[in-house]
């Protein structure tokens, strides 16, 4: 449950300014709401990253140790839409395990700007990785 100082303190309604900076927390059904305070934004997020709440899906697969791939989706919390209107504030990434060596799979990086974007975002990524790995004679994206 979000601290409710923390709230009171990011989130106005009406006389709500321009979010200049593009900070957002996720309220408790875990939808983006903006925040007006630095300061109550980094100890939401603080307490996002320890409590596990900034990575909202995640995939390992389980085979050879030394192939592993790996898919990540989390909340960034800083909107990434620098030249728009509407907030990006989820992204999906793959990476490549080579030994003990992770590697991002920059062709699979997606970016979103709601959850429900995000999740189905991250099955895509998921199935295009199991395509790619069931056709072993193909090479995954490259970097």
């Known amino acids: 449950m979000i601290n409710s100082f923390i709230l009171n303190h990011c989130v106005t309604f009406d006389d709500a300014p321009h979010n200049w900076a593009g900070l957002y927390i996720l309220d408790d059904a875990d939808e983006a ?6 300061l109550a934004w980094a100890g939401w997020m603080e307490g ?13 697969d389980e085979g050879d140790a030394a192939r592993q791939i790996e898919v990540s989706t989390i909340f960034m919390g800083v ?16 990476f490549r395990y080579n030994g003990n060596d992770r590697e991002p799979i920059y062709d699979l990086t997606r970016r979103y700007s709601t959850r429900a974007e995000a ?19 193909k090479e995954l994206p490259n970097q």
């Open 33 to 38: 709401v903006p925040c007006y305070n630095t």
């Open 48 to 60: 996002a990253r320890e409590a596990g709440r900034l990575r909202i899906a995640h995939d390992l």
């Open 79 to 94: 909107d990434h839409n620098f030249a728009g209107s509407t907030p990006i504030l989820f992204e999906t990434m793959a």
């Open 119 to 137: 999740m189905e975002g991250h099955q895509r990524v998921c199935q295009i990785l199991m395509q790619a790995t069931r056709e072993s004679a």
